[in-house]
């Protein structure tokens, strides 16, 4: 895969566990791609000024110690480079889901991610896709409309 196709995947949650089960989950599923996490939405915010050179996909947990996951939602939109943000949440919560919408939430996930519920999620964005590798049968996130390398 290019460089220039390369989807980077945030994380933010006050967890550090969540950090490594968010991966690995993903990672034991086939779903290969560029992850940072990030305890504190402000060094998210921070990485994505320092780092923003293309699309990301950024998930946000409802509960981050002294912070406001809605005024995350809405303070990371310009960065994303045609990305979006969403919701990683450890339990399904209909009003909050509204609100997360109307903040600029693209999607809301219940943990645990899987291979199923990110394909779908991804499936809903505009700027990036998931292209399976025939040989492997591990996912890729690449640009939407980006030729394979």
């Not at 969540?18 to 504190?40: K, N």
């Not at 219940?110 to 291979?115: G, I, L, Q, S």
């Amino acid at each position: 895969m290019s460089e220039s196709q390369s989807v980077s995947v945030i994380l933010v949650d006050d967890d550090p566990d969540e950090h490594f089960l968010f991966q690995a989950d993903l990672e034991d599923a086939g779903v290969r791609f560029s992850f940072a996490a990030f305890t504190r939405p402000e060094d998210a915010l921070a990485h994505l000024r320092d780092n923003g050179d293309g699309p990301a996909v950024v998930f946000t947990d409802l509960s981050l110690a002294g912070a406001n996951a809605l005024d995350f939602i809405v303070s990371v939109q310009p960065l994303l480079g045609g990305g979006a943000v969403g919701v990683y949440s450890g339990a399904r919560n209909p009003e909050m889901e509204a609100k997360c919408r109307d903040a600029g939430s693209s999607f809301y996930i219940v943990k645990p991610v899987t291979r199923e519920n990110f394909s779908g999620m991804i499936a809903g964005l505009g700027a990036v896709c998931l292209e399976e590798d025939r040989e492997t049968g591990e996912l890729h996130l690449r640009r939407a409309g980006s030729a394979a390398a």
